[in-house]
């Protein structure tokens, strides 16, 4: 290659040279722009899966709590203070969902299915009971709470009414654990 330049004319030479030297120069841009898409890409990944988790412990913190409520809103139906059996307004309770509802398209099919579902059983708990004769009270703070008459029958629905919708919250919650997972062991590769 050296003897084929060696054997041109320097006008020639000056114009391989003026070639050469911006090809060089093209192809190092290129492959600069391909590194720097890949980099962005990667990065705009874990913002999505941080992002995506932090939705996920948001909402599991939600469910969770209310299955805690639930549960042992059930206990305490045993033994009814003064007749009556209160619970929260599970509806009205709802507070992270409405606001981080738009972003549940981060998640699989499956999961926005089981969180929709679960959301959607609330308001029908708070309907069942309205029905059977409960009514909401008011508390200060904007809080609501469903208090119904202690009888044999309403304390079997209110049990059968917390439990099932308690239960459709765990399935709900198992959907969300594996985002905040996996997200945890994502962020330490990217973190060092």
Known sequence: MLEWLNDLTPTQAS????VIGPAIGLIALLLGALFNGYLNRRRDERLRRQNMAGIAAALYGELDSIR?????????AENPKGGMLI???LEHSVTVWKKLVSEVQLFD????RVLVETYGVFPHHTENLLLAGAKIEKL???????????TDTNLKLYVEL??????Q?????????????????TSREFST
């Not at 200060?140 to 202690?150: F, G, I, P, S, T």
Request: proline share 4%; charged share 30%.
């Open 15 to 18: 114009f391989v040279g003026s």
């Open 68 to 76: 805690e409520s639930l549960l042992r809103n059930s206990k305490m």
């Open 87 to 89: 619970g929260p307004d």
């Open 109 to 112: 099919a499956d999961t926005v």
């Open 140 to 150: 200060q703070n904007d809080r609501r709470y469903v208090e119904l008459e202690a």
């Open 162 to 167: 917390n439990e099932s919708v308690a239960s």
């Open 169 to 185: 919250t765990i399935k709900a919650l198992d959907h969300l654990r594996p985002y905040m997972r996996e997200t945890r062991s």
